[in-house]
């Protein structure tokens, strides 16, 4: 803080168990990169490799360092887990996290079937081997999961393992959580919220309205993902409410 302004709410710091802020990298160079952890690291948590773009990435090691090296912890996107797993490839998918040396990894079934007692087993095992976020929901748009299987699918996971699960959205956050004109689905959202612990879950919300959504309804550590790297210094603003949208948030009455 550049000025002891009161009733700004508290933020846990780093490393946090709520209020995390998950950052997406499509493909940061190097440079980008550094210049990102130097104008906001301090507010990120995790930087996600997007979906399987690690494995085309230049100076990938690299820019994990860069990352590393300001207390960010960084993971290859589900995606790159079903990519492997589809290919019936899950030995070298661990390899190839173990080459990196990664202590977090996701995994996801968006864009494959995946029998969830399966995808489950999966969780258990790769928990043995990092730290595991799960993500629930299908990026595939015609894909309806009711809303008591996304609890339960929840529940099931972070009983297999997973630290945490994430509520899927796409990075254009018209999917899953959200309707597709970007607004939230409330019905869904409200009944995660009232049987997965808060702390448990990461939600997806790439857009300004669905980040102040969530901090209205869940205050300022709510766990938010899929932030643009040029959105993160923003965001935080969304938290502390210094920003018109969650302005008097935070005031007392």
């Not at 997007?50 to 230049?58: A, D, E, L, Y």
């Not at 994430?166 to 254009?172: D, G, L, N, P, V």
């Not at 939230?184 to 409200?190: G, H, K, Q, S």
């Amino acid at each position: 803080m550049n000025f002891n302004l009161p009733h700004i709410p508290s933020r846990e710091v780093k490393p946090r168990n709520s209020g995390v802020t998950m950052v997406m990298d499509k493909g940061l160079s190097l440079r980008e990169a550094e210049d990102l952890v130097d104008g906001s690291g301090e507010f990120i948590d995790f930087v996600k490799f997007g979906f399987g773009t690690s494995i085309i990435t230049p100076r990938l090691k690299e820019k994990i360092r860069v990352y590393r090296q300001a207390n960010i912890r960084t993971y290859f996107g589900g995606t790159l887990f079903e990519a492997f797993l589809i290919r019936n490839m899950v030995d070298d998918y661990k390899r190839f996290i173990d080459e990196y040396e990664l202590d977090l990894l996701e995994v996801s079934d968006g864009s494959m079937e995946l029998d969830h007692d399966l995808k489950c087993k999966y969780i258990s095992e790769l928990a043995k081997h990092a730290t595991v976020i799960s993500e629930v929901g299908s990026k595939q748009a015609g894909v309806h999961i009711p809303q008591d299987k996304w609890v339960s699918m929840m529940k099931k996971e972070l009983d297999a393992g997973a630290w945490k699960v994430i509520a899927e959205a796409r990075e254009s956050g018209n999917i899953g959580i959200y309707n597709a004109d970007h607004s939230a689905n409330t019905d869904l959202i409200d009944d995660i919220v009232h049987n997965v612990k808060n702390e448990n879950v990461l939600w997806e919300a790439p857009i300004k309205s669905q980040q102040a959504w969530f901090i209205k309804l869940l205050g300022a550590n709510v766990n938010l993902g899929n932030i643009a790297p040029n959105e993160v210094i923003s965001l935080e603003t969304l938290r502390l409410g210094l920003r018109g949208d969650t302005f008097f948030q935070f005031l007392p009455k």
